[in-house]
């Protein structure tokens, strides 16, 4: 049974799922009547939000100008100041993008905001105006770094602001080719500074940030970045970054990595290939500022989103200047040494892939899909199965599957790595987790999908039911999961009297927190597995 037959008979149609969405969506950027405005005075102007539920809420803040025509690819620029009140109630438009991506229990949550070019924008949740000095929660979406935006209904951070009394920042940025085309080689003189764009949108965002957070309420002196999946490699990046060191305290990746950066040589070649594509020659770049955007998007071929075989893939390049060395290879990055951070993944991240088979498998299958994953002979992957079966008696062919899956992908490796070489460093604690609480959603097949612990780090199951269901259970979850993230972000320690003894990470220990209706700590749990993952991946 394949993705969309499943949805068809598991619980939910996808039919029933686009309908959810638009009735999630419409949530997200809702009218505002009856709410109470707010008014802030920023560097580039005064700004009018709303107070809902007593959080008062500013939408689509320009921190950045246009980066339309001769600005595209270009590093950002400061947005143009305004006279008079300028109103910051309603979205505004996300990056260029590609959809498609994403599963319908994800799709769900998407408002699907109009796109275009000036899109450096973000959405500000805050307790109070003019008043206190609040941490500063600044979320980095996911998507690789080839679509999504801050918008979605589980991102959305007045819960984290109402009950938490922190203020949360979403932050839209440039994505795929038109925040990581790479022209500084290609480009002559005129484009020597057009290199990794869409990751100096976030700086310039951290920047309006230190700047601008104080009359909301916020403390510039206290700052976390964290975000999921490609959020969690904008983050994993911006610590290898010179020109955002200062600007953040604590950093917190969730499924999510970026340990190898993309070599100048890589990203000429990728830059060679689009512009063939489009029929545009080395000494003509000044063209593809003229272009529509649907027709740059056109030439990437494949998906946009992942590359795909005929895709081509835009990500963080390892130039030298805005990014020296790759973010975690070979160690942790030294300009964030001193930075606590928190890391971890799901129990099975891959159930989230549209092309994922939740058909049952039987033993023979099973070998087989162990034996394709892993690149490994029948034996072996016999093995590793038994391995995995004497932890989970119970557990059904396909969900070992999956586990496996999860346990060999960048997702889990990526992460695990990125905490080792940090907590190599010695010098800033590190905090590991594993979220393994399964969705009831489509029969509970999904398992702890990736993803599904976004709403309950925001406090905010009730913007995803489609994700997380509708049972009561979802609420101690998500409040004990957001305290920790709050506590980290207050401090750069997540321990709170809800949750057992958490010690930081260390290669020896691997102290990790398993949230789940009964959170509990384990030291390197699931050791076998990992050890046997690790000597097969070593192998091949």
Not at 283 to 304: F, M, S
């Amino acid at each position: 049974m394949n993705r969309r037959s499943f949805l068809s008979v598991g619980g939910g149609t996808l039919a029933a799922s686009l309908l959810a969405r638009e009735s999630l969506a419409s949530l997200v950027d809702a009218p505002t009547q009856g709410a109470a405005d707010s008014l802030v005075d920023t560097s580039f102007g005064r700004l009018r939000g709303a107070v809902l539920n007593g959080v008062h809420t500013f939408k689509g803040i320009p921190y950045g100008a246009s980066t339309a025509g001769a600005a595209r690819f270009m590093p950002p620029a400061r947005p143009q100041a305004w006279t008079g009140v300028r109103d910051a109630m309603s979205l505004a438009s996300r990056a260029p993008q590609i959809l498609g991506g994403e599963p319908p229990e994800v799709v769900a949550t998407d408002p699907r905001e109009p796109m275009g070019e000036d899109c450096l924008v973000l959405n500000v949740w805050t307790p109070a105006t003019r008043s206190g000095r609040r941490p500063v929660m600044v979320w980095l979406h996911g998507g690789g770094f080839a679509s999504g935006s801050a918008s979605y209904s589980i991102y959305d951070g007045k819960e984290l602001a109402r009950k938490h009394d922190v203020v949360v920042v979403g932050v839209n940025h440039r994505l795929n080719v038109f925040g990581f085309l790479f022209l500084a080689d290609i480009g002559g003189p005129a484009f020597a500074n057009a290199s990794n764009a869409g990751i100096l949108d976030v700086v310039a965002a951290l920047e309006w940030v230190r700047d601008n957070i104080a009359p909301f309420g916020g403390d510039p002196g206290n700052v976390t970045i964290f975000g999921q999946s490609g959020g969690g490699g904008k983050v994993s990046t911006l610590m290898a970054m010179p020109s955002a060191k200062g600007l953040f305290h604590r950093a917190l990746a969730q499924s999510g990595s970026n340990v190898r950066g993309i070599s100048r040589d890589a990203a000429n070649k990728a830059t060679e290939t689009l512009l063939t594509r489009l029929g545009i020659a080395t000494n003509e770049i000044q063209k593809l500022q003229q272009l529509p955007t649907a027709r740059v998007l056109e030439a990437l071929g494949g998906n946009g989103v992942a590359g795909g075989p005929a895709g081509l893939q835009f990500a963080p390049v390892v130039d030298g200047k805005t990014l020296p060395t790759s973010p975690f290879d070979p160690t942790a990055p030294a300009l964030s040494a001193d930075i606590p951070f928190m890391t971890g993944s799901t129990s099975t991240e891959v159930t989230f892939q549209r092309n994922a088979s939740f058909e049952p498998l039987d033993a023979a299958a099973l070998t087989g899909r162990v034996k394709e994953t892993l690149k490994v002979s029948d034996s072996e992957a016999d093995r590793l199965i038994a391995l995995y079966r004497k932890s989970r008696p119970k557990a059904a062919n396909l969900d070992l599957a999956f586990t496996i899956a999860t346990d060999v992908s960048n997702f889990r490796v990526g992460v695990e790595t990125q905490a080792e070489r940090k907590a190599a460093q010695g010098r800033a604690p590190v905090y590991m987790y594993r979220f393994e609480w399964w969705s009831p959603v489509h029969d509970a097949k999904m398992g702890a999908f990736h993803t599904l612990d976004i709403p309950f780090a925001f406090d905010n199951v009730d913007g995803g039911p489609t994700m997380t269901g509708t049972g009561p259970d979802r609420y101690a979850l998500a409040d004990k999961m957001s305290k920790a993230w709050v506590a980290f972000a207050k401090s750069g320690n997540p321990n709170h009297k809800g949750l057992p003894s958490w010690a930081p990470f260390t290669a020896q220990k691997r102290t990790t927190m398993v949230f789940d209706n009964d959170c509990r700590v384990v030291d390197d749990p699931h050791s076998e597995e990992r050890k046997a993952i690790a000597a097969l991946r070593a192998r091949t």
